[in-house]
């Protein structure tokens, strides 16, 4: 009689993707509510109720045994720049989740759901983007940014996979389950309206939810997508120090990426101030994005002139119209 020969009963299975389905095991459990909470809120400036309210939610739907439906499917919602984008990466990492996310700018034209969802047989293209990604990780976290501007017959592509639990991808004919995803979708429509009620209803989630649907609505939301939303986060305006506070992290996080640090107290309030200002003129228009690449224009050159410096540590200081960078000995 032969017997199989091992040295590790493990050499007959794929071990990497053993790990991979154990991992997708863990992250269905419940989760360290406080501590997400406490990371969000750390990274997330000016959304503290949002930051709270996520991690309670998901926390609740992870806990059911058996889903038909997603974990969740959440629209973050509110004015340019004000971190929904952010806030959904940092659920990603702190769930240890892969994000997928899927600009929906590009997916303003019908034809391109085949990009998302796969080409029909005979005709050029292969399998969607999400179908396989899904496919490959079904615990994804999928980011559907700027949702508000896609083509509304994709949108409505989206129903089987938040009402039924799963995508049929149309290439291969494979349903592939979203039960064990989350939806995270995000728009800035009906800005000041949901500003407003977020305001009012501040106590009455029943009566801003229902609120809130009616203003998506009246913004072109079609209202079998907004039925099928678990809940909608309100996203605020950011003001005062609070914008100091982005402006800040921003430059710091474009010193730090150079190999530079930046001195306690070492940018100067002109600085932050004007920077400030100028985002407050720019008004409803202006975004983070706006706001990086300002400061990258300003402060960069500076910086990777100074690359060889023997000091790493830099002040900012305010110098006419200009800011220059001062090495710190
Ligand atoms: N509340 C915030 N806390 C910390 N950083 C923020 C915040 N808002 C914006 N930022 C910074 O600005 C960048 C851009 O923000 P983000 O992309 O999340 O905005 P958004 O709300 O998605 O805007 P848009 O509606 O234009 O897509 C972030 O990567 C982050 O660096
Ligand atoms: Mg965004």
Not at 188 to 216: F, G, I
Not at 239 to 246: E, H, W
Not at 267 to 289: F, Y
Request: hydrophobic residues 40%.
């Amino acid at each position: 009689m032969s017997a199989t020969k091992y040295n590790d009963p493990l050499d007959f299975v794929d071990v990497e993707a053993l790990q991979k389905l154990m991992q997708q095991d863990s992250s269905d459990q419940a989760i360290d509510v406080p501590g997400f909470t406490a990371y969000l809120r750390a990274s997330v400036i000016g959304q503290d109720r949002v930051c709270e309210d996520v991690p309670r939610q998901i926390n609740r739907r992870m806990a059911l045994e058996k889903r038909t439906k997603p974990v969740g499917v959440f629209l973050f919602a509110g004015p340019p720049g004000t971190g929904k984008t952010y806030l959904a990466k940092k659920m990603a990492d702190f769930l240890k989740r892969t994000l997928l996310h899927f600009d929906m700018t590009n997916f303003m034209q019908a034809h391109t759901a085949s990009m998302l969802f796969g080409s029909p047989q005979g005709y050029v293209g292969g399998p969607g983007k999400l179908t396989s990604d899904l496919d490959a990780t079904p615990n994804a976290l999928v980011l559907l940014d700027e949702i508000e501007k896609a083509d509304p017959d994709i949108l409505k592509r989206f129903l089987t996979a938040w009402n039924d639990g799963f995508v049929t991808d149309v290439r291969t004919g494979k349903q592939i389950s979203t039960t064990k995803a989350i939806f995270i979708l995000t728009s800035n429509a009906a800005t000041d309206q949901l500003d407003e009620l977020s305001e009012r209803y501040a106590e009455d989630p029943d009566n801003l939810r229902q609120s809130a649907v009616k203003a998506l609505q009246e913004a072109k939301f079609a209202p079998e997508v907004l039925s099928r939303i678990d809940r909608i986060f309100i996203f605020k305006r950011l003001t005062g120090l609070n914008i100091a506070k982005v402006v800040t992290l921003e430059i710091v996080a474009l010193v730090d990426s150079l190999g530079f640090s930046v001195a306690k107290g070492g940018i100067s309030p002109e600085i932050v101030h004007d920077i400030m200002k100028r985002q407050d003129k720019l008004g409803a228009t202006a975004s983070s994005r706006d706001l990086a690449r300002f400061i990258e224009e300003n402060i960069m050159d500076d910086l990777i002139a100074a690359k060889g410096a023997e000091h790493k540590q830099i002040r900012l200081v305010k110098q006419g119209d200009a800011i220059r960078v001062e090495l710190v000995p």
